[in-house]
């Protein structure tokens, strides 16, 4: 039996360890002994007390001039290990001070300011401080936005965060009272200030990068056409635009309806003038004013609503046929015209309407279209290019179908859904045009039109969809000639929860506690073989 504990000690060892380990273990997961857990760990303590005798009684009888070698051996090695590992650190610490790198592993790329953001950072020409007012410990993520924008800004950007009521005389300056569940970033350029509330929630790359922007950039203003059954900007309702103008608003625009009929001129203010699906059609006196308009440099987005469809058995009346004018008197001399019809696509389409087409075969326009996913429209008509256009005048189509033969403009009203050839438009049809004219003389400035054949793409109740507001955006910026991209909240960071009963908290925790404890018993056991 002696001999046997002598010679196989290590073995005993591993099977003393597993069933002193098994049985505690057990004994925790359960929160109590039970007869197995407790006849585990009584023999396992048994084997492991008669293993660690033995080996104290074994002494290795090896003599001192070989152990001496072996103790200088392993000395060598592990000096040799660790100063290899220390140049390696020391060269990889180098490469990186040299050449800092970073990568985001996170789904949402959370800690990473989105490609808009750095266009417009590395574009400023002011400096600019953020101070957060946050009480008690500030939020990790907010340190971690605020090194962001410091670290592409150059030094343009400074940044401080200060808990208003350890430092109230501090706060005292920005004229504000923060309570205690109240959270905000005050953000300074010069004399203009904006301050940006979070408390109910992150604080988000968009909302502080539309702050910085108002506070460096020279608010733009859009003109919303009213009087002939437009679009409201106002209006909540599914047809309205209050979620677009919200948009232009977080974008530094400062939107207003304009009543041509009150009116002799467009005002001189006026960065874009919009006209969002018009029911009725213009008087001769307000063309001529927005044909005054463009042709002296002014901007304009004109949306164009679908024609009414009828039925088989109850065909339009002449009123109705006239409903949603297509203003080609106004739009032809810009070399386009808006066609009768009604663009269909029986590939790609949206809720199973073929005349709601969903594209993102886009024009080369890189400030317009870059980064675009799809985009879809409601009844579109198609569009087309005129001839003998005037020289000067430069166009080209933004959005187009997706498909080839399987798209259309119908021309049928009830929508009876067959390609005539000779009769309908074929595609892939054009839904967008983007026009540029040079000024006409120095005092005059270049002309931006864009046309779309549909307005429902930025209502309330589809603007959200897609890249519909992206689209929307960016337009009105290419037209009213911003130099930066739209900032839109595209990061959704999902939380996920994994909610575990006490019994598998326990053994999660007993696994992470077994790891340590094998590498330990591993090191025990060559100690003993040695």
């Not at 001999?3 to 002193?20: D, G, S, Y």
Request: charged content about 20%.
């Amino acid at each position: 039996m002696k001999n046997f504990m002598l010679k196989n000690r290590p073995a005993i060892f591993l099977v003393a360890m597993a069933c002193l380990t098994s049985g505690l273990l057990g004994a925790y997961i359960e929160q109590g002994f039970t007869g197995l857990s407790t006849g585990l760990s009584i023999g396992g303590g048994i084997l492991l007390l008669a293993c660690l005798t033995a080996n104290v009684w074994l002494r290795d009888k090896q003599s001192r001039v070989a152990i001496n070698i072996r103790r200088w051996k392993a000395k060598t090695t592990v000096f040799a290990f660790v100063t290899f590992s220390a140049a390696i650190l020391v060269a990889i610490n180098y490469a990186a001070y040299q050449s800092p790198s970073r990568w985001d592993v996170t789904a949402a790329q959370q800690h990473t300011l989105n490609a808009n953001t750095v266009d417009f950072i590395h574009g400023l020409t002011q400096s600019v401080k953020l101070t957060a007012l946050t009480v008690g410990f500030p939020p990790k993520y907010l340190e971690d936005m605020f090194n962001e924008y410091e670290r592409m800004s150059g030094g343009r950007i400074q940044t401080e965060i200060i808990d208003p009521i350890d430092q109230i005389a501090y706060a005292a300056k920005f004229e504000t009272v923060i309570r205690g569940d109240e959270s905000k970033v005050i953000v300074q350029a010069g004399d203009q200030r904006k301050a940006v509330d979070f408390s109910n929630g992150p604080l988000s790359e968009e909302a502080l990068s539309n702050a910085i922007m108002r506070v460096t950039r020279q608010q733009r203003h859009a003109y919303f056409l009213v009087g002939h059954g437009e679009y409201s900007m106002t209006s909540e309702e599914p047809r309205g635009l209050s979620t677009f103008v919200k948009l232009l608003e977080d974008n530094n625009f400062v939107s207003e309806e304009l009543m041509l009929g009150a009116v002799q001129k467009i005002p001189d203010d006026c960065d874009v003038l919009i006209i969002a699906g018009p029911d009725n059609e213009l008087s001769e006196h307000e063309q001529a004013l927005i044909a005054g308009y463009l042709k002296q440099g002014g901007d304009a987005l004109i949306l164009i609503e679908h024609l009414l469809v009828s039925d088989a058995d109850k065909p339009l009346t002449a009123l109705q046929q006239d409903k949603n004018p297509s203003l080609n008197k106004l739009l032809n001399p810009w070399g386009v015209h808006i066609n009768n019809d009604i663009v269909v696509d029986l590939v790609s389409h949206v809720g199973g309407d073929a005349g709601s087409p969903a594209t993102r075969n886009y024009g080369r326009h890189k400030a317009i279209t870059e980064g675009l996913d799809y985009t879809f429209y409601v009844r579109p008509r198609s569009i087309s290019v005129m001839k003998n256009n005037p020289p000067g005048l430069k166009l080209a189509p933004i959005v187009m179908t997706s498909s080839k033969d399987k798209s259309w403009g119908e021309t049928d009203r009830s929508l009876n859904v067959h390609f005539d050839e000779g009769i309908d438009n074929p595609g892939p049809v054009a839904l967008s045009y983007v026009i540029w004219k040079e000024k006409p003389n120095a005092e005059a400035t270049d002309t931006r039109l864009i046309v779309f054949s549909d307005a429902d793409f930025l209502s309330n109740a589809y603007i959200k969809q897609y890249s519909n507001a992206a689209m929307g955006l960016n337009v009105v910026n290419w037209v009213s000639e911003l130099d930066y991209r739209v900032f839109l909240d595209q990061k959704t960071i999902n939380i996920e929860r994994l909610d575990l009963t006490s019994q598998q908290q326990r053994m999660i925790a007993a696994l992470l506690f077994l790891m340590p404890l094998i590498i330990f018993v591993w090191g025990i056991w060559v100690w003993i073989r040695r």
